[in-house]
């Protein structure tokens, strides 16, 4: 049974950081797609950054392009995002999702790719 697991969500003043890590079990292969999405209350999911093991790209939403970073740890099926510069806007209930599927590019930020999710880690930032 795969499953997904967030940490490091928190609290923050604009202009902090916050590290967010995803590990993944269950997984007979490393899984190709590893995504970050988040969702504030009254909006739809939004992906924000993706790791594709299959060409070794990475893939961002125009709106955190330059503050965040996503990474990959393939030893521990783990992926992680660093969130720089945060802005009230970055609040939101961030997931982690995986696929062992085709994505890339726009493709590997939609949630419809997506057939496994973690519970979510909130992120809140104060002005």
């Known amino acids: 049974q795969v499953q997904l697991v967030e940490s490091g969500g928190g609290s923050v003043q604009a202009g902090g950081s916050l590290r967010l890590s995803c590990v993944s079990t269950?997984?007979?292969?490393?899984?190709?797609?590893m995504t970050w999405f988040r969702q504030a209350p009254g909006q739809e999911r939004e992906g924000i950054a993706s790791s594709v093991l299959e060409g070794r790209r990475s893939f961002y939403a125009d709106s955190v392009k330059g503050r965040f970073t996503i990474s990959r740890d393939n030893t521990k099926n783990a992926i992680h995002l660093q969130m720089n510069s945060l802005k009230p806007e970055d609040s939101a209930m961030y997931y982690c999702a995986a696929s062992s599927g085709f994505c890339w590019g726009e493709n590997s930020l939609s949630p419809t790719l997506y057939e496994y999710w973690g519970q979510g880690t909130q992120v809140t930032v104060s002005s």
């Open positions: 269950g997984f007979s292969d490393t899984a190709n797609c």
